[in-house]
């Protein structure tokens, strides 16, 4: 790649000043129709570097292909990105701010003094010293997650464009919208999409993989008060708020809980309380990287309630479950040449690969159950949903040095 010209530090700039935060209240798809400003954007670039197919659908997906140069029958691959980004953190207004060779000291965002990034909070980020770090100013996200995988994908667009003697099989661009709440592929054709195998592009540090994902599914828990006038209550009301309230309370207060757990271990974790007197719902995610243990945390947080409730016995309550996504690694694991090939291009551009797990879910966490599997590389993306997000631009380079790498041993690939 000696005639590698990058465009991650120009492309990402330009897409984060872009607002594409999903709104995890709207029944819309996409949550916020903003998203499709980024989603244009794309498409006319990609149309502008030769991608004569690129288009963007009703729903906001983002498609375009590079058609297989080899001569040879070869599996269509598709490298997915997202466009929105996290609604924990505002991403408007998003000013980037890239400090060039990164001398280790603590980065104060100028619009808020009171944002400090320093090394001790993020120990990446003395890993990085003489890198160009991006971050904000200060008041908003960065969205490098997941904007960084969009840079990264078209600089590979942009190359392999450039360079047409590189060998590699169809590749399927794929640009999808609300992956931060949840939706990414739930209006998704795949027949449209028509690929064999993926990656997304939305990982954190240098050389990471992750083909493995915790299996998901939503509780929402609705207990029914008895309402009447406060001022005539006595022995009548049973106020749904302080039911719901005493409900949350009875949970474990040391295990079984995002702050209490790593690695492998699952939790149950509340996540909005809604409601007054008369009804409260209580919205719980529920995971775990055996599926098998979602029932067992379902039931235990079901009996904590019904236990909860034997003190107001005549109350009415539901306690539903709807299934989010599953491990990803049931299904790539039945394929593993998917993760191989990744982390052999990796090693060809010199990075020691680290595959792990990630303790959350991806696009391609729903993509492998939907007939693509498709494992998780690095981006550099740091410190996300916050103010204080970063990313390296080496590190948006050697992603797309790995994807270059990638495709070549796609190519060589036998059915």
Known sequence: ?????????????????????????????????????????????????????????????????????????????????????????????????????????????????????????????????????????????????????????????????NNPEIPHPTIRILFTPDEEVGRGVDHLDMNKLNADFGYTLDGGKLGSLEDESFSADAVTVTINGIPTHPGYA????????????????????????????????????????????????????????????????????????????????????QFEIKEQYRNMKDVIKTVPFVTDYAIEAMKKVGIEPKVDLIRGGTDGSRLSFMGMPCPNIFTGEMAIHSKHEYVSVQDMEKATKTLVELVQIWANHKK
């Open 1 to 161: 790649m000696d005639n590698y010209k990058s465009s991650v530090e120009e492309r990402l700039t330009k897409y984060v000043q872009v607002d594409t935060e999903a709104d995890p209240n709207s029944k819309s798809f996409p949550s916020s129709e903003k998203q499709k400003n980024l989603a244009r954007i794309l498409v006319k670039e990609l149309q502008e570097l030769g991608v004569n197919d690129a288009e963007m659908d009703e729903y906001g997906y983002v498609f375009g292909t590079l058609t297989n140069n080899t001569g040879k029958e070869l599996p269509v691959i598709c490298f997915c990105a997202h466009m929105d980004t996290a609604p924990d953190c505002s991403g408007s207004n998003v000013k980037p701010i890239v400090h060039r060779n990164y001398n280790g000291e603590p980065i104060i965002l100028p619009d808020d003094k009171t944002q400090v990034i320093t090394t001790e909070r993020h120990p990446y980020l003395k890993e990085k010293i003489g890198d160009d770090i991006i971050t904000a100013s200060g008041l908003t996200l960065l969205g490098a997650d997941d904007k960084a995988g969009i840079a990264i994908i078209m600089d590979l667009v942009q190359h392999l464009q």
């Open 234 to 317: 006595k022995n009548k009301m049973v106020n749904a708020l302080k039911v719901g309230a005493d409900f949350i309370a009875s949970l474990p207060k040391d295990e079984w809980s995002p702050e209490t757990t790593e690695k492998r271990e699952g939790f149950v974790h509340p996540v909005a309380f809604n409601g007054g007197m008369e009804q409260v719902k209580i919205e719980f995610i529920i995971r775990d990287h055996d599926t098998s243990k979602l029932k067992e945390h379902e039931d235990r947080l079901h009996q904590i309630l019904k236990d909860t409730l034997s003190n107001y016995p005549k109350l009415e309550y």
